[in-house]
């Protein structure tokens, strides 16, 4: 069995090589450009499964070099179709950039699963595409609001094609998972996110201010109407969100499911706050972090958290990582690359 992942050498994507590579006897295949990610990774990968990933360097925009990777891999049987921008406030400043690149690339890789007859998709989605929901939880059947930034746009549209290329194709299987807030790092400490620039994700932003690589963490508005003043957020740590993955493709290979396209949300069901966000990373580490109140940030939304009964129900899948654990392994990350780099 040999899969295709996409945005390999990216945070969700790596992690999900390694799950696949732990779990399971499948062959994998990355197509990753380093657009936000760095070629490092794949090194991290093999220092710590000693195997090697072959990974096509090429913009999957441009669709001729994209269909050279399935005419040179014909038994691809699987792909999960991770690239794409993922930064919100990058997203509010630059909005083209984001259409083009997370909507061209699905559409080329659609196009190529199509014509090299691969049976099974899984599309990175996001928790993102309900948009400001004030009845929390939020389920798949969930009506979706208006997105509340141009990344979250991308992604209703991305879900938007693939529902109608899934009826357009019946034999061809595809899974939207939903991603709340992914963080954390690889148990081993080896390998996690890697900031390429500050895009502006909290734990990255907490750890890296902790370790003094950024001067101050600015928490993002204390006037929301939650618990404390701070967002909400369901943060889920990212090799759970990796388990996921091999669960949904086990899934399709298995052909348990029941139609042709399925939405699945990655959560814990635990909604937590910026405050007690910054609790928990202090309890860990042991430091006080220095931050300060800032403005709200255009595009957040106020509070959002999962109900995942059905990732449980039809993939079996259960979050381990507690908060604590998901910024443990995040400062275990950071100190390890704070290192690297001396
Ligand atoms: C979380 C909270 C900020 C930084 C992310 C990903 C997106 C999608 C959904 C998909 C917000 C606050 C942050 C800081 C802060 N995931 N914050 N100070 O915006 O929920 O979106 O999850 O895979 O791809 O970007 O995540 O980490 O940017 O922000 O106060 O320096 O932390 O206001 O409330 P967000 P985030």
Redesign the pocket.
């Known amino acids: 069995m040999k899969i295709l992942i996409t945005g390999g050498a990216g945070y969700?994507g790596s992690h999900t090589i390694l799950e696949v590579l732990e779990k399971t006897s499948w062959q994998v295949i990355s197509a990753d450009n380093f657009m936000r990610s760095e070629p490092e990774t794949f090194g991290r990968i093999k220092k710590i499964t000693k195997k090697e990933i072959n990974n096509y360097d090429i913009d999957l925009c441009d669709l001729k070099k994209t269909k050279k990777i399935f005419s040179e891999n014909p038994e691809i049987e699987g792909v999960i179709h991770f690239a794409a921008l993922?930064?919100?406030?990058e997203s509010v400043t630059n909005p083209e950039l984001y259409v083009h690149n997370n909507i061209e690339s699905l559409k080329n890789i659609l196009a190529c699963i199509k014509e090299f007859g691969v049976k099974n998709f899984i599309f990175?989605?996001?928790?993102?595409v309900y948009g400001n929901i004030d009845t929390l939880p939020v389920n798949e059947e969930t009506p979706i609001q208006k997105a509340q930034?141009p990344?979250?746009e991308t992604?209703q549209e991305g879900e938007k094609i693939i529902a109608k290329f899934s009826k357009e194709n019946p034999a061809i299987h595809c899974i939207s998972l939903r991603?709340?807030?992914?963080?954390g790092a690889h148990p081993s400490g080896l390998i996690g996110e890697a900031q390429t620039g500050n895009?502006?994700?909290?734990?990255?932003?907490?750890t890296q201010?902790a370790a003094g690589i950024?001067e101050q963490?600015?928490?993002?508005?204390n006037d929301y109407k939650t618990r404390d003043g701070?967002?909400?957020?369901d943060y889920i740590h990212v090799s759970d969100?990796a388990n996921a993955h091999v669960l949904a493709l086990q899934f399709l290979f298995g052909k348990g499911n029941k139609t042709n396209f399925e939405i699945i949300n990655l959560g814990t069901g635990n909604g937590v706050t910026?405050f007690e966000?910054i609790k928990a990373f202090e309890k860990i580490s042991g430091r006080k972090l220095n931050?300060v109140i800032?403005t709200?940030?255009p595009?957040?939304?106020e509070a959002?958290y999962s109900d995942s009964s059905k990732a449980k129900k039809l993939l079996g899948w259960t979050p381990k990582y507690s908060i604590e654990e998901m910024m443990a392994s995040a400062w275990k990350w950071e100190l390890y690359r704070t290192r690297e780099n001396q």
């Open positions: 969700i993922k930064s919100v406030p990175s989605s996001s928790c993102a930034s990344y979250a992604k991603y709340f807030n992914p963080v895009y502006g994700n909290i734990v990255p932003a907490i201010t950024q963490f600015q928490v993002f508005g701070s967002c909400i957020r969100i910026v966000t931050y800032g709200r940030r595009g957040d939304v959002i």
